[in-house]
């Protein structure tokens, strides 16, 4: 076990709908990083806070945001939801901002109809 | 462009017999390395780095890794798989400057008895 949880594990969302998944990081983990996995392809990068400030993004629109709190625990969330987004979340802590070991949370399963 | 390549998709193996799956990756420096393991509706949980030095890489569950700079490659392997190394293996790679992973379109693992 990683230490990381993600909730809620499960969730199903109409089209046009908002949605907020929470991370708790691994304790004394300072970044947190989260991934979309659509069904059959690998995590892709969605942004990185490190501080609770945002620290890179991938390639995803703006309705996609987060938020990182004095505890590390972090929020995605999504406005105005599109099918296309049915995936798994994942949400990895760092010890440090850079190239260490990420610790992967179990994910949340989005569903949108 | 910068990319992770795994070229088999899915790959059958009985238990016993050994298992190497391969990934290439295409960047302009040496990244770094990551081997990933995610079970069916779970997260993902590493295996194995490479960072530098000793360009064969040992990791957890009896895997290993070697990195070879002139084939741009980063195979793993495994002498004898286990019923419970079936799942879904990712590649991925990190360059030393940036912050996110970029992962490889993965790699199914069957385990036949």
């Known amino acids: 076990e990683t230490g990381v949880t993600q909730s809620p594990t499960h969730l199903i969302k109409t089209r046009g709908q908002q949605v907020t998944l929470r991370c708790s990081s691994q304790s004394g983990h300072n970044t947190v990083s989260w991934y979309q996995q659509a069904l059959g392809q690998g995590p892709q990068f969605i942004f990185q806070?490190?501080?609770?400030?945002?620290?890179g993004r991938g390639n995803f629109p703006p309705r996609f945001s987060g938020l990182q709190f004095p505890n590390y625990s972090s929020e995605l969330n999504v406005n105005a939801l599109e099918l296309d987004d049915s995936a798994l979340y994942l949400c990895?802590?760092?010890?440090?901002?850079?190239?260490?070991?990420?610790?992967f949370g179990q994910g949340t399963r989005l569903t949108v109809v | 462009a910068q990319s992770v390549t795994q070229p088999d998709i899915h790959i059958t193996v009985s238990e016993g017999a050994s298992l190497e799956l391969r990934c290439n990756y295409s960047?302009?420096?040496?990244?770094?390395l990551f081997w990933y393991v995610q079970s069916p509706g779970q997260g993902l949980q590493l295996l194995l780095k490479?960072?530098?030095?000793?360009?064969l890489v040992q990791g957890i569950k009896g895997f290993e890794a070697e990195f070879k700079r002139s084939q741009s490659s980063f195979n793993l392997r495994k002498p004898s798989v286990h019923w419970s190394d079936a799942a879904e293996y990712f590649c991925?790679?990190?360059?030393?400057?940036?912050?996110?992973?970029?992962f490889g379109a993965g790699t199914t693992v069957t385990v036949r008895a």
């Open positions: 806070y490190y501080r609770e400030e945002e620290n």
């Open positions: 960047y302009g420096a040496t990244p770094y």
């Open positions: 990895a802590s760092s010890e440090r901002l850079g190239n260490t070991e990420a610790f």
């Open positions: 490479y960072f530098s030095g000793d360009t």
């Open positions: 991925a790679v990190a360059l030393s400057n940036d912050y996110k992973l970029s």
